[in-house]
């Protein structure tokens, strides 16, 4: 188990940082400087490391180099010290400063002035010391940023508080921090080389809204002194991305930041990353198709294979077909009992009662959903679309078109979790305007969630928008799906307390 890391008292760190401070002071007296504005660098840490990857201890290449890392290692002995430079991207290579190379000046300068957490520059010969280690053997050296705090504890673990807290620390000390990091990005250019291979376009829409729309979630509010105005911070991009597609973009795409004025746990943060993708004459089911091949393709993008490896050590395969099931045949199944959309809303209320199930402004629609979510969702293992939602709680989505009372909506589970939803999208306007005024009613009827009467939407509606197909995806959960990790550790800085 890896050791908990001490707590540095805020006394020691006072005292390091007047250290350190004094240490500063003595540098750029001297003309060193201690934080200039550029070195000569002229390779990376990285390329050095590639270049020489097989080279035999006790090896002197001839070849010079000229590396900037952080100090993460630090050794003083009497006429040779070492320091382990550390690269952003976590490759590290050892700098060897002696008598012979620098000079006693030199030497006494850096035992003098070189701190652990240091930015570092050094150039001199690429070597490999006699236990195998690749190295500088170092004839010149600059501070290239004065480190005044010192660093927490390589070899020992920072908590979870302070690891989402301080992450420009975790990235120094955890090498998992960065993969995530790194991981992230790769999943996030997967997608949109997906999205690029079927001719879809990234569009970008507004984030500060008049009218919140797109969801059923609590807004954000705020005041612009320019217009004199109410605005909303975007809870979804929904609504305007169909008001592309009316505008004849038939394929379209946003990678985008939404905010919801909600809980914060495990699987969900007030600020997340959404994807949300339409597609013209596609529906619900060609949506699943292009949700199951933008993860698949963003695994191997992390992996290199649909099976992941989750930071646990857990192997998850997101490979092959991906199954479909019915919300209300499942539940039925689960609940030993029969639930249509017909059963009546006392029929489900009790059957609440008896589970201990407790639902916010119960209708049919949030009942089934609770329900579903109570017998059913626990017992999902495989990543699985549940197919077919009550019509109450889905006021965008199209009718099914076999099924009365249900709508052709799925949404994704992925480790017992929701990560996507998809709709055949309601494109009829005067249907869009019905669920707009039910909408308006559950929300005078006090619920914080429901949405708001959209005219400005409807208009564009009335102008044509074709058969779509549509979905949005959590990015911060599908890097839960990938990693294992929880939302607080996928997403670089998220809001805490």
Not at 191 to 204: G, M, P, Q
Not at 353 to 367: A, C, M, T
């Amino acid at each position: 188990m890896t050791e908990r890391a001490p707590v540095a008292t805020e006394e020691d760190v006072n005292e390091q940082m007047a250290v350190r401070l004094a240490k500063r002071e003595r540098l750029n007296a001297s003309g060193a400087e201690a934080y200039p504005v550029q070195l000569p660098i002229t390779d990376s840490i990285a390329d050095v490391r590639n270049r020489f990857a097989e080279i035999e201890p006790d090896t002197a290449t001839g070849v010079t180099a000229a590396v900037a890392g952080r100090i993460v290692h630090l050794r003083n002995t009497g006429k040779l010290c070492f320091a382990s430079l550390q690269a952003g991207d976590g490759s590290r290579i050892q700098a060897m400063v002696s008598l012979a190379e620098v000079g006693e000046e030199s030497l006494a300068d850096w035992k003098d002035l070189v701190d652990l957490g240091d930015h570092l520059f050094v150039s001199g010969e690429v070597i490999a010391s006699r236990r195998g280690e690749l190295s500088i053997m170092v004839t010149d050296w600059r501070i290239a940023s004065k480190a005044i705090r010192p660093l927490p504890n390589m070899h020992s673990e920072l908590s979870e508080e302070s690891r989402v807290r301080a992450r420009y620390l975790d990235l120094i000390v955890r090498p998992q921090a960065r993969e995530t990091v790194l991981a992230r990005s790769a999943a996030v250019a997967s997608l949109r080389r997906t999205f690029d291979a079927r001719n879809f376009v990234e569009i970008e829409t507004p984030m500060l809204q008049t009218m919140h729309g797109g969801a059923s979630a609590r807004p954000f509010s705020t005041h612009s002194n320019a217009f004199d105005t109410e605005l909303f911070l975007r809870i979804a991009p929904e609504l305007f991305l169909k008001r592309a597609v009316v505008g004849g973009l038939e394929r379209v795409f946003e990678i985008n930041r939404n905010f919801r004025n909600e809980g914060a746990d495990s699987t969900h943060s007030p600020e997340f990353a959404m994807l949300e993708a339409y597609e013209t004459y596609g529906d619900y089911n060609s949506i699943a198709d292009l949700t199951q091949q933008l993860v698949q393709d963003a695994a191997l993008a992390v992996a290199g294979d649909h099976v992941v490896t989750w930071a646990d050590g857990t192997q998850f395969d997101l490979g092959g077909e991906w199954a479909r099931i019915s919300m209300y045949d499942s539940l039925s199944e689960a609940a030993g009992v029969t639930i249509t959309p017909q059963t009546p809303v006392s029929e489900l209320q009790a059957l609440a009662d008896r589970e201990g199930v407790e639902v916010d402004s119960p209708n049919h629609g949030k009942l089934v959903e609770e329900l579903w979510e109570h017998f059913v969702k626990g017992s999902l293992t495989r990543p699985t679309f549940v197919m077919d939602f009550p019509v109450e709680t889905s006021p965008l989505v199209r009718g099914h078109r076999l099924i009365p009372g249900v709508v052709e909506k799925w949404d994704l589970y992925i480790r017992g979790f929701e990560l996507a939803t998809g709709y055949s999208e309601l494109v009829d306007p005067v249907i869009q305007r019905e669920r707009f005024v039910q909408q308006a009613a559950q929300a005078a009827a006090g619920d914080p969630e429901a949405m708001r009467f959209d005219e400005d939407f409807l208009t564009a509606l009335e102008h044509g928008m074709p058969p779509t197909g549509g979905m949005g995806m959590g990015i911060d959960r599908m890097m839960m799906a990938l990693t294992g990790l929880g939302i607080r550790e996928t997403i670089l800085f998220p809001l805490v307390k």
